[in-house]
């Protein structure tokens, strides 16, 4: 009789326990399953894994979505599977388009050498974002952004225009010559990126020796003495009475000095457009345009189905 109350203490703890350790696993399942995108991109074979930075995108709300597009690419360049970038942009831009210009520039930062490709693979999913694509990747890559404009030219055609005034504005001092070109083009949807790109640099080209040479100019003027500089003509000329008491050879020293061969004035240019680069920039007449038929192979290379284990 007394061990009734024993056995149902025991079976009252005994529930007691189980229920607790069933309440826990639920929140042991979903703490692994909301890993970062490190953990998550780390389990994830190489074929799935911009299907699964498109799932942990979606998954994030508002601002956040930017934060772990980052984190899903630097998980995706410190697994060492850089050649999965573009494709991981790509999946990532048609969840959020917004997101494209700064996957770009973070893809572009990590892996440099795919950084062609994850412009075509951005332009291709967000069009609508050409222009703000191509001026952050621009800023921080000048020097390819020609042949990043003509790649998206490619991909949006309707958007080459976008593309030229973005890297117009990203390249110091380059817009207006940019704005120039686009004027002689018939087309005002659609332009030849490379024969605009060219005019453009041609144009920025001249105003910069244009501008060398007046500030050469301006730089001799003032380097010339004070006392052999040409005496303006409001001076004051000498009196008739001002000869009466000279001798022969001291008329000739009194002799206006505007009576005198005038020394040769400085030639004066004036650029079409002033143009000066800073220092640490990159100048955009220095900048290499490419044809479009390299720009196409070398992102075909890089952009193959099914090609995120190239070495």
Request: hydrophobic content about 45%; some cysteine; proline content about 8%.
């Amino acid at each position: 009789m007394n061990k009734w109350p024993k056995l149902i203490l025991v079976g009252v703890g005994g529930l007691v326990l189980s229920l607790v350790v069933v309440s826990l696993l639920p929140a042991n399942s979903d703490s692994t399953s909301s890993g970062t995108p490190l953990a998550v991109i780390s389990k994830t074979p190489a074929t799935e894994i911009p299907a699964a930075a498109a799932n942990l995108v979606r998954q994030a709300s508002g601002e956040a979505r930017s934060v772990v597009a980052r984190q899903v690419l630097e998980a995706v360049h410190a697994l060492e599977k850089p050649c999965a970038l573009p494709y991981v942009v790509a999946a990532m831009t048609k969840v959020e388009p917004a997101i494209a210009p700064q996957a770009v520039v973070t893809a572009a930062e990590l892996q440099p050498q795919e950084s062609l490709a994850v412009v075509k693979a951005a332009v291709a999913a967000a069009p609508q974002f050409t222009g703000d694509i191509l001026f952050e990747f621009s800023q921080k890559m000048p020097e390819i952004s020609f042949a990043a404009a003509q790649v998206a030219a490619q991909v949006a055609a309707d958007q080459s225009v976008a593309a030229v005034r973005a890297v117009g504005r990203a390249l110091p001092g380059f817009a207006p010559f940019v704005e120039k070109a686009l004027q002689h083009q018939a087309n005002a949807g659609r332009v030849d990126v490379t024969s605009t790109l060219k005019q453009a640099q041609e144009m920025a080209s001249v105003a910069a020796r244009e501008q060398q040479r007046k500030e050469a100019g301006a730089a001799a003027l003032a380097s010339i003495p004070q006392s052999t500089a040409v005496p303006s003509a409001s001076a004051s000329k000498p009196k008739a009475s001002d000869f009466n008491n000279l001798s022969s050879s001291e008329l000739v020293r009194a002799q206006p000095a505007s009576a005198q061969p005038a020394t040769p004035a400085v030639a004066s240019y004036t650029a079409s457009a002033t143009f000066k680069a800073p220092a640490k920039a990159v100048s955009p007449a220095s900048l290499k345009v490419p044809s479009p038929e390299q720009v196409k192979s070398q992102v075909d290379e890089l952009v193959r189905p099914n090609n995120y284990n190239r070495p």
